[in-house]
DNA sequence: AACGATGTTTCACACAATAAAACATTGAGA
DNA sequence: TCTCAATGTTTTATTGTGTGAAACATCGTT
């Protein structure tokens, strides 16, 4: 689209390349490897050889197909499974932001409690109840409670026989209401609440997917009901459920876009 | 010490090296890196800037530090925690078995069983109990005492509460004794039966460390009793302690060796 | 025994990776 | 406010290196 200048350096890219192809395949050889990617096999071959020492990519002990290597996991694991998500989600709501104007909030479960991971502060200020690393209620706010509607039933039985506190008059603190809030969230794929966590705001929330295909988070675009009319309600919540999209994608096993294989000629 | 070929294509090398750069320290700067990498600042960048690309490092909003991007998260994470175990093991049990000629296994706690991830069979064709894949028990064989012994004491209660059976007349079923053996094994660090799981066999087993400094699986060297004389316990114990370190350096986050990095200071 | 497929190695050339240095931007301190 | 120092970004020339083609080796199969 833009920009001429390519900074990307060929033969790190095509080594990244192969290592999603192993992840997206594993147990492949040199020849099909080669093939799939549109390289050569002697390319392949020291592309493999090279990060096979640094223990990126396993070879069978039969000598012929390869996996992702220990190094992968072990790097992988530092990260810890909230860095994939955060730092996958990062660009992103930093986008829906600007898209928006209005806060925006990632969210995941926690036991009985939510975790805010992240926010971005909309342009207008307003404070709301996320603020990164605090600890939030399960049965108020739009993105806690589109969790709580794609948790296992048993939590959501464990979430219910708590006390529920009422922080605004608006807060359903009425279980079998509650669970009717939670059947139309799962029937919608979304959450459009007001007022029930922070008075005076919205809340539109939409839901993440892990790689194993389980929601994991949830990305919400929050501000004051003031400036939410039906119109906004309507780009909000397209805007929401795309980033939602754009993040579950890039945890992706098949990763993001294209796979970035680029092709030359012949 | 041998081979002059050198199939390593640079680049990709380098680029793998900023990735352990990172890992071992996140949150560094184009210039920190640099220095630490013995590297260009130029250089430092393309390598970032196509790692971004993909996902695999990614940067502070503050656009200043960068650190592991989610892709490693997400290719880790399909790897599986065992899977970084076994791959990591590979080559090193391919080692012990021919410097031992004897039977090698690597094995893992599940619960209160064991769970062999694999095996390599000896010269000397012997049937023992350990089959990769196979659960075992946890109070009997080499690996499975010391697991037990380096185990949450929670789960050694619970597994002294089960009915321990008898596999020789050599199992250990006194649980009083049973807790003497752990707390030996503790003192030791490692561990050697014979006779108690396998008739008519030894086991050496030693404890490998995880990226988190806990014991997560046990290598162990097993054979005949018949050949098992006061030499080979010798050499075999210090061949298993020997492996089980590598693979632990293998595991841990600082990486295998040296990290690579080629000193030119100033 | 001959085949076909695979992994491995060699080699020469073009181009792409590299280092150096200029440039832009930021923040600190006086 | 101005200056300085440190950082990230961009440019450019040169060389070294990544690359593809093709030869070679090593299987397993028919």
Redesign the interface.
Known sequence: MSEPKD???A???R???L??AL?DRPDQGVTSLAKSLGMTKSLV???L???E????V?RD?ERAEF???????????????D??????A?PVM?ALRDQTSENVNLVVREGLKTYVLATRAGRHSIRLFAQAGRNGPLHAGGGSLLLLAYADPSVIDAALSQPLEAFTPYTITDRAKLRQALERIRANGYNIVLNDLDEGAFSVAAPITG?DGTIIASISVAGAVARFDEERRESHLRAALDAAAEISE????H??GEN?LVKSRA
């Not at 020492?53 to 990126?56: N, P």
């Not at 992702?68 to 990260?79: A, P």
């Not at 860095?83 to 996958?88: K, Q, S, T, V």
């Open positions: 900074y990307k350096i033969a790190v890219d080594a990244l390349a290592l999603e992840a071959f020291r592309l050889h090279t990060l020492e640094r223990g990126f396993s002990p996996a992702l290597g220990y190094r992968i996991g072990v790097l992988g694991e530092r990260l810890g499974k860095g994939a998500l955060l730092y996958a990062r930093d790689a890039r945890l992706s096993i990763g993001p970035g």
